[in-house]
């Protein structure tokens, strides 16, 4: 089925038609999701797919979701997202904070129900949390929240380090209020943030390269769909470099990442597809407030720590929700 959508959206959705017009005829509502990855870096659908049944809505039997995937290219989420609206589809489910914006630009009618990794309020999608207002709602992740966390849970490993980077993407180089207080929070513990941003393989080998030089001691990475998808890539750059790394994602660590701290995605993805379906019922996203991440999950990896010949310090250990031995 996946290779199939994959197709669709390779074609530009134009093969898409029929099918989003038979589920039209037949009164079955047609979600439009708009994301800014790619098929093999998402791991929402899973959790979105749970969330819509839970409300009563099984794919292919009740509904039909049409896929559009930017393929980590975000000048593409204008034009998909056009797609979506001229298709008038039902409710619009945007995977990230570009898809939502992307959206929003073109319709004030279509609902549109976000999953993102950030402040929606910072973001410019909403005006505010509780009262979302206009067509659009939906769920952070508070990554912003996470990184700050990362960093202690990090410098806790690593209490000698002084030069610590965050990798991000470039597609994110907007996110200034990020930045400021994770430099701040830096600051707080008497260590350096320096910020190094990739879009491109060539830029995340070049941003290895220059930790390297830069005698960066340990890096954070951004659980942003441009680094799930090029997972493989930045696993082996950091074994290469014996570079300890904390991820966003549970699946990094599952990997071969050192440690990983961030929102239980599988339950956010769920929370993304419940308020779909809400909507799809009837619901007006102005009066649904933005959710947020309220679970939380830090992985160890002590193969790998053994591998970059790091002793784990068991007031660290205690706090991990899972070792992986």
Known sequence: ????????????????????????????PVIGYLSGGTPRAVSDLPGFSKGLSEMGYVEGRNVTIEFRWALNDPRRLPDLAADLVRRQVAVIAAGGGTAALAAKALTGTIP?????????????????????????????????????????LIHELLPRATRFALLRSRAGATRGTVITDLRV????????????????????????????????????????????DRRTQILTLAARHAIPVIYGGRADAEAGGLMSYGANIADGNRQFGIYTGRVLKGEKPADLPVMRSTRFEFLINLQTAKTLGIEVPPTLLALADEVIE
């Open 112 to 152: 549109i129900v976000f999953g993102t990794a950030f402040d929606p309020v910072e973001q410019g999608i909403v005006a505010s949390l509780n009262r979302p207002g206009g067509n659009v709602t939906g769920f952070s992740f508070l990554n912003g929240e996470v990184e700050r966390k990362q960093l202690g």
């Open 1 to 28: 089925m996946i290779r199939r959508r994959d197709f669709i959206a390779a074609l530009g959705g134009a093969a898409a038609w029929p099918l989003a017009a038979r589920a039209q005829q037949r009164g079955q």
């Open 185 to 228: 929070a830096a600051e707080s513990i008497g260590v350096e943030m320096e910020v190094l941003d990739a879009g491109t393989n060539a830029a995340i080998d070049q941003a290895f390269a220059d930790l390297v030089q830069k005698h960066i001691e340990a890096l954070l990475v951004e659980n942003v769909f441009l680094f799930r």
